[in-house]
Nanobody, 124 residues
Framework: QVQLVESGGGLVQAGGSTRLSCAAS????????MGWFRQAPGKEREFVTA????????YYADSVKGRFTISRDNAKNTVYLQMNSLKPEDTAVYYC?????????????????WGQGTQVTVSS
């Protein structure tokens, strides 16, 4: 049984920064692709970024490229999302997700495990 717990988030001013963390327990974290998704009010869940099991490959949605950075520490079973130059349109619930087969994918339906989400609100 894999559990993912997000932390961080909250209220941030536009142009500011914050870092989200996702701690995993159970399973074999070091073999998982890890991803971040978000869902804004009235919008569908969308892909934000993903990182391969080794950390050697990353992929970002165009909307966050150059502003967000995903990283992982397999020794700590933790994945991070550093969010810089935040914009009001970044306001959403952010979800950590794990792809247990190690598939490097941006497709939400291919992820097996999900965290409960953490709210990030960016004020203008």
């Amino acid at each position: 049984q894999v559990q993912l717990v997000e932390s961080g988030g909250g209220l941030v001013q536009a142009g500011g920064s914050t870092r989200l963390s996702c701690a995993a327990s159970g399973g074999t974290f070091s073999s998982y692709t890890m991803g971040w998704f978000r869902q804004a009010p009235g919008k569908e869940r969308e892909f934000v970024t993903a990182i391969s099991w080794s950390g050697g490959s990353t992929y970002y949605a165009d909307s966050v490229k150059g502003r967000f950075t995903i990283s992982r520490d397999n020794a700590k079973n933790t994945v991070y999302l550093q969010m810089n130059s935040l914009k009001p349109e970044d306001t959403a619930v952010y979800y950590c997700a794990a792809q247990a087969s190690g598939w490097f994918t941006s497709r939400s339906y291919q992820y097996n495990y999900w965290g409960q989400g953490t709210q990030v609100t960016v004020s203008s």
